[in-house]
DNA sequence: ACCTGAACACCGTTCAAGT
DNA sequence: ACCTGAACACCGTTCAAGT
């Protein structure tokens, strides 16, 4: 994050784009109106002609996020499957950016991109057969659920710094190995999934497939 | 959050009853160690003698919530049922407290209570016959699901003045109600379930229903 | 229009004392 | 053992200039 040579014509897409890759190096709590001012050479209050406040910087950093949603066009697939690819495209977007994630979750409704997501999985979850009143409340707690699990992988959030990374896992996986296996047999024959399962491949597809499967199930329930 | 008579002798116990009562009054960016200090007439010094750094204080917050988790015993009735009670009890725990439930998240298996749950939980899915790697993908998230489901409640996190959070939901509804209904026609039409979705009773109830199913529908599919 | 400079009210935290 | 006091390196933000 060496400071640039003072480009001047600063502008909303080149600072986000800053601030982003802050977040991604060091964490949500490195974004600072002063650091992001420091990475172009330039003064704290420069940001200000920008941006009204710290608040528009985060609410910007969460658009691009959602802008990067590459929502699948409608077809004539099940409801289910149709959704399962919707919220994937929606966690494809977010995996990159684990410490940004979390802003996503109060911004959905807030943002343009947002709402073009919003709209398709609410379409889809009414073309299901859910009423109106369940489909906000399950659509809602469908992305809340998949926000968080992206959240979660970021684990350590600080440093990316895959040494730092390795250790705080080994001390994870270390205090539950330690657990007594008589007060805790589950968790310590499954210390070694606990510490990797947010690591493999597979686990934001699992997830995306674990929400599916509450709603086709509560979908069955209604009949 | 008055200052009160010095009364001597602060111990970890008094402080983090302070902590919680300002995060639940202010949000949690208001639980600082000058306001903790502030709180108890005292000098921000003073909190180093009870704690190690801001994170030891945020930690133990966090286990005050797992606390109160009641955890009901063990019976024969069947998996899904048992574990829909216990991530019950889960989410009751942390209603009260939206603005610190975030912090469950990480510390789930750091904690004492946590681990009581995590155990539990992990047991009902291995019985249920998941194996031990998917079950603990599992319960993460499913347990990751229901903190950002209370989290997500907490909207408008500062002021649970009930003036603010009204005219907040007014806006938000209003924005919704102004989108085009071309563009936008589940969404505009939802707008009323939307914005007021996470305030019905049963909602944290649905949340958790819908999680359970997710777990029944997953179980049934490996046959 | 865009950036600077000094200042203010906040943070967490260190070091060195006080009783 | 427990608390104080002064200091440091950080925050976001306001006000008043500069070019």
Not at 1 to 6: K, N, V
Not at 47 to 59: N, V
Not at 143 to 162: I, N
Request: with cysteine; aromatic share 4%; hydrophobic share 45%.
């Amino acid at each position: 994050m060496a400071a640039q040579a003072r480009s001047h014509r600063l502008n909303k897409e080149t600072l986000v784009t800053t601030a982003l890759a802050l977040a991604d190096a060091e964490g949500l709590e490195a974004v600072t109106i002063r650091r992001l001012a420091q990475s172009h050479g330039v003064t704290p209050m420069a940001m200000y002609r920008h941006f009204a406040d710290k608040d528009e910087i985060l609410d910007t950093l969460a658009e691009r996020l959602l802008n990067d949603v590459e929502l699948p066009p409608p077809d004539e697939r099940p409801w289910d499957e149709q959704l399962r690819d919707v919220l994937g495209a929606f966690v494809a977007a977010l995996v990159p950016h684990p410490a940004v994630a979390g802003l996503t979750l109060t911004r959905v409704l807030t943002s343009d991109p947002g709402l073009a997501l919003a709209e398709r999985a609410l379409g889809l979850l009414v073309g299901a057969g859910f009423g109106v009143e369940e489909a906000s409340a399950l659509g809602t707690q469908a992305l809340c659920c998949l926000v968080t699990l992206v959240m979660a992988d970021a684990g350590p959030v600080h440093s990316v710094d895959p040494e730092v990374r390795d250790a705080a896992l080994r001390a994870k996986k270390a205090r539950l190995t330690a657990l007594s296996p008589r007060r805790f047999p589950h968790l310590t024959s499954a210390a070694d999934a606990l510490t990797t399962c947010a690591l493999q491949p597979d686990f934001f597809a699992r997830g995306v497939d674990f929400v599916v499967a509450g709603l086709r199930g509560l979908r069955a329930e209604r009949g």
